[in-house]
């Protein structure tokens, strides 16, 4: 296992460029099994958790090759209905095989996802939506079994306790492209991840309209085809980036980057007295001399996303004064508050909430990993801490930030690896 050490207060600067979207691209793999013509895919992050889905697309039947930076996507003859707890256990995002294979085969087997240390994370929305199209599912031995030979389009609300389910939407979504007539989700996530799937599908034949918004109509067809499409950038590197400069107080370019899907960040970025300049695909943050505090609570989009929030806090411990955390999102994602104490941070969590005392300098330590938006947080602090910092457990970065110490190399960090 790889290991991260930083040297900190180096200055950042020049430009870095934002990967494609980690979280558009998992669910778009997934939707290549709607059809057995060919898909080329662009902007394809090669990251461990994109890794993982094509290998899970491998063993359910798919040929997948790069071609420099395109990856191509093949029919190899037949698609086993079978996800394996192997596969689907290290990947949470894997779940979204389930609504395309149960709708293509007629028949579904998908290794239930377990927990992770964010929270529970239940899969009710998903199976509720499948079954209302129709599906007979069956819980046995860890696996959701579901049936149906053709799925029928109907009227399904899919939110929760929590509010909508990106993948939740994901997968009823693409489920109900193959199904009899018309399918409405009401209370649909409106992540710009699901318009990414939206329009890809509708590039491959579906019909689908109103993604972005909380309520998508999906006219089933009786076929999808090949498609060449790209995806878009990762909001959250892109957002994490953006955070990374206001701590640093440091003003490289961030390019290929949409500014205008971070609206929560730029908004709360105002408040607290750091000023983005920003244009279609290029951001720039200006040093701010003083950052206020200012709390927030994260939302589903276009609210504050929880996979910022850990980096949000990273830049609250150098705000002169208090500030309150909530996640509503997923309310124990918090783990990363003991490591940042470790760094100096004056962090402590009442209930639901993390309350920061900003103003305390950051200096390194060692540190370790415990998710993959959290060590981005890590990262974050290690490069504005006094001394070095080591970060244990690495792989969490990489299964969600492309090239992330050549990225801040490139930028003047001292950022090593080293094995274990
Ligand atoms: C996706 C993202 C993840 C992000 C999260 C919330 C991917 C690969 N992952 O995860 O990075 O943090 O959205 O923006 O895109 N819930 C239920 N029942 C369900 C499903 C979810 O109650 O059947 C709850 C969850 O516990 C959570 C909330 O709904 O409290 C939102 O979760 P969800 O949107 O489903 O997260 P994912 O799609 O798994």
Known sequence: MDKIIIEGGKPLKGEVKISGSKNATLPVLAATLLTDETIILRNVPKLVDTNTMIKLLKALGKDIEWDKDKLIIMSSGKISPVADYKMVSTMRGSICVLGPLLTKLGEAKVSLPGGCVIGVRPVDLHIKGIEALGAKVDIEAGYISAKAKRLKGARVYLGGASGPSVLGTANIMMAATLADGETIIECAACEPEIEDLANFLNEMGARIKGQGGPRIVIQGVKKLHGADYKISPD??????????????????????????????????????????????????????????????????????????????????????????????????????????????????????????????????APVTASDLRASAALVMAGLVAKGKTEIRRVYHLDRGYENIDKKLIALGASIRREKE
């Open 235 to 364: 909001r959250i590197e892109g957002g994490t980036f953006v955070l990374l400069a206001a701590m640093a107080r440091s003003n490289f370019l961030i390019r290929d980057i949409d500014y205008s899907q971070l609206m929560a960040l730029d908004d709360v970025l105002a408040k607290v007295g750091v000023q983005v300049e920003a244009d279609k695909h290029c951001v720039r943050v200006k040093p701010a001399r003083i950052i206020k505090p200012m709390s927030i609570t994260t939302y589903p989009y276009p609210g504050f996303p929880t996979d910022l929030q850990a980096q949000y806090m990273a830049l609250m411990t150098m705000a002169n004064g208090v500030s309150v955390i909530r996640d509503t999102v997923f309310p124990d994602r918090f783990m990363h508050i003991a490591e940042l104490n470790r760094l100096g941070a004056h962090i402590r969590r009442e209930s639901g909430s993390a309350i920061i005392e900003g103003g305390k300098e950051l200096s390194g």
